[in-house]
């Protein structure tokens, strides 16, 4: 049984979490149209405009905690959001639609799935140990939101990743026939790859490469 003390101490670590996780999911409310947008795939991107639908949820959901707990909702920093927020918007920055930077945005969303469910769990093991079973409940559901997510991303990874194979190797069979492949070292990966994923960058090279695709 924990003693008074204990009590105290998990019940002010509960709800620096609930602040921490408060701030994660606003900024993911921020953070997921803007990966939307940039996605290719309409599967992707119809994806993360309903797990917008739901973080909408799951913030109110983080509300009605705070209000479980007689404890008024405040968001602490989380950083670790921060920092994912921040890659996903560079990634985004750096590279030409298609589905390369498909991969990438669902890789970075994947990290902020991982980041949820692991603030979930504790959340929940916590809630439960105080007797706020009913604290737990609610952020069972949206821990199982996340769970859903992350296994539909994962699904639409595995699709899509055969189509940005498919345009790596285009994309490698025109580097050989145009000479460039040492200017294109230069560049970032992501600028490498993404451009040819999408079928072209506007100078007609990925659409000269399905021309030329015929003769194979
Ligand atoms: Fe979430």
Redesign the pocket.
């Known amino acids: 049984m924990p003693t008074a003390t204990t009590d105290t101490t998990l019940k002010s670590l509960l709800i620096d979490e609930l602040r921490d996780?408060y701030h994660?999911?606003r900024q993911?409310v921020r953070a997921l149209p803007k990966l939307a947008k940039a996605a290719t795939s309409p599967d992707l991107r119809e994806a993360l405009e309903s797990?917008l639908a739901?973080?909408e949820q799951?913030?109110s959901r983080v509300e009605q905690a705070f209000e479980l707990l007689n404890e008024s909702a405040k968001t602490k920093t989380c950083a670790g959001m921060m920092g994912i927020v921040e890659e996903g918007s560079e990634l985004i920055k750096e590279s030409d639609k298609g589905a390369a930077l498909d991969a990438g945005i669902i890789a970075g969303a994947q990290r902020?799935?991982h980041y949820?469910m692991a603030a979930?769990g504790s959340l929940m093991a916590w809630a439960r140990a105080l007797g706020h079973d009913d604290v737990a409940e609610l952020l069972s559901e949206?821990l199982e939101?996340?769970k859903a997510?992350d296994k539909k991303l994962t699904e639409l990874a595995e699709a899509g990743l055969n189509d940005a194979a498919a345009s790596a190797s285009e994309s490698d069979d025109d580097a050989e026939e145009v000479g460039d492949e040492d200017e294109d070292e230069d560049k970032p990966r992501s600028k490498r790859q993404a451009p040819m994923a999408a079928g072209g960058n506007g100078n007609g090279r990925g659409k000269a490469s399905r021309t030329r695709g015929g003769r194979r």
């Open positions: 996780i994660a999911e993911l797990h739901e973080t799951q913030v902020a799935e949820e979930y949206s939101e996340e997510a």
